[in-house]
């Protein structure tokens, strides 16, 4: 199956998103989305296909959202994509594009939506949250 990932090392929901999809036997393709940002289509489209607003695709925590007047209702798609791209931290993270579909996953276990189950084994989350049973299938 093939899986990308736009991926940020240091956040600890994409690092556990990216071990369920290891955990279900894949390799996916690892973007590092602030080393790499998507294309504007590749970003519209992943959020698109992923049933959210651009809006609800921004992240604001940690970011310069404020700072840049996005909460501003004004800003039309548009504008906002655009200064995702200028700025890849406001985008929300991790995304994940499979052939089941397109989700951001947070919390991390959305992935399971567009991963073939039963998963290869037992996952429990950095924080210990038991996801996935050792039978690989969907405690949460």
Known sequence: ???TIYHN????????????????GIEPTIIE??????????????IE???LTVREAIRQKGTPYAELGLDNPALDDGQLLDTMLENPIL?????VVT???????RPSEMVLDI????????????????VVDDEGRRIV
Do not use: H, W
């Open 49 to 51: 296909k992923a049933g």
């Open 9 to 24: 090392p240091a956040c600890g929901t994409s690092r556990n998103t990216l071990a369920m999809i290891r955990n279900a």
């Open 91 to 95: 985008i929300n993270r991790p995304f």
């Open 99 to 105: 052939p089941l579909g397109a989700r951001l996953c």
């Open 115 to 130: 991963l073939p189950l039963p998963q290869k084994g037992a996952f429990t989350k950095e924080d210990g949250e038991a």
């Open 33 to 46: 989305y602030l080393k790499t940002p998507p294309t504007r289509g590749e970003l519209k489209d992943m």
């Open 1 to 3: 199956m093939d899986v």
